[in-house]
């Protein structure tokens, strides 16, 4: 849930643009002439007239002519540090522009006490950015819910402010934030915003495999990484139909690596003993799960569940899993209440977290 960089340059541009125009800016030819060379050149050239700009300004609204151009030649070369120089040196220089050229160089401890000086919506989305870059969560924390007190619960704002409390373990935050987007836009769109960023972390299998199931859910497994690494885990993990229905899905965007020819081929061979086998494999709780990743995969979800069910009341290493998975049977089989039940009978631990945005889709839809 990262938010997309809005740190703009857009002041230091215009500054310098002003500057070019010698005529209405009432500096001498020399260094008018040296700074339109340098704001419509690129590379060495422009810093070079530059330079020749430098020694010919002798007023101090020559130089700071200059300097303005100079801060716009090294921000379209990438070098913020010293277009902020630069812009310093010039003495006319905002808190806004420095923090912003701060941002974009990395040095986030000067960008912060510049935006602090400057003030406003944007330095205060500036600084919680820089907590962000800096690890420092907790800021980050505060700055978004500030932000959202004083302009609202915007959606930008509000990812922000989830991903900042993901990051530094608040998940009780996390999950009362989450369920405000989701509620007002549950569009695959709002939710692939949320998966890529758990996508990002170190999960165990089982919980990967969920995650995958919510992907395809929501409608955003597109990549045929994620197609294929989703295979791979539901046959690993007693789910062939579901690897078969997931590959046959995908079809021919996945093209005709050989990789994808051997998951097809084991997810069908696999699919049809399990099926076979399932009845049986139901009856008994140590065998139950089993059972349940094959009519998962058939499509039988009421079946599914009840086998999951099963395997959970026997309280085994894996009863995290069984509930995770009885409860994605449930909402596939429309049964959303019962499911939100269950994905909050997860406890805390390494399915918890893909559980609740679970219940979370699950309470969406009934």
Known sequence: MTMKRVIHLAGVAALALTAAEPAAAAVSKAVGTAINQAVKGSGAAAVAAINTAKAAAKTPEERAKVAQAAAYVYTKQGQYSKAADELQAGGTATPAQLARLYYNAGNYTKAVEQAKKAGGEDMTILIAQAAVKQGHYAEAVASY?????????????????????????????????????????????????????????????????????????????????????????????????VAQSVLSKAGGGLGSDPMTAKLAQAAAQRAQAAGAAAPQLAAAP???????????????????????????????????????????????????????????????????????????????KG
Do not use: C
């Open 145 to 241: 819910n500030k932000l959202i007190q004083q302009n609202g619960p915007k959606s930008l704002y509000l990812e922000n402010l989830a991903n900042a409390q993901y990051k530094s373990g608040d998940k009780k935050g996390y999950l009362a934030t989450t369920e405000k987007l989701v509620r007002a836009d549950p569009s695959p769109a709002r939710w692939q915003t949320l998966l890529v960023e758990l996508q990002k972390q170190q999960m165990q299998p089982e919980a990967k495999l969920a995650l995958f199931h919510l992907m395809e859910t929501t409608g955003n497994l597109k990549r045929p990484e994620d197609i294929q690494e989703f295979a791979k885990l539901a046959i690993i993990k007693n789910q062939p139909g």
């Open 286 to 364: 140590a065998t139950a799960a089993q059972a349940g990743g094959a009519y998962l995969g058939l499509g039988q979800y009421p079946a599914a569940a009840t086998a999951y069910g099963k395997a959970a009341s026997a309280g085994g290493p894996d009863t995290d899993a069984d509930k995770t998975f009885e409860g994605i049977a449930q909402v596939k089989a429309g049964s959303a209440k019962a499911a939100v039940a269950t994905f909050a009978s997860v406890k805390e631990g390494g399915l918890k977290d893909i559980a609740d945005l679970w219940k979370l889709y699950a309470s969406t």
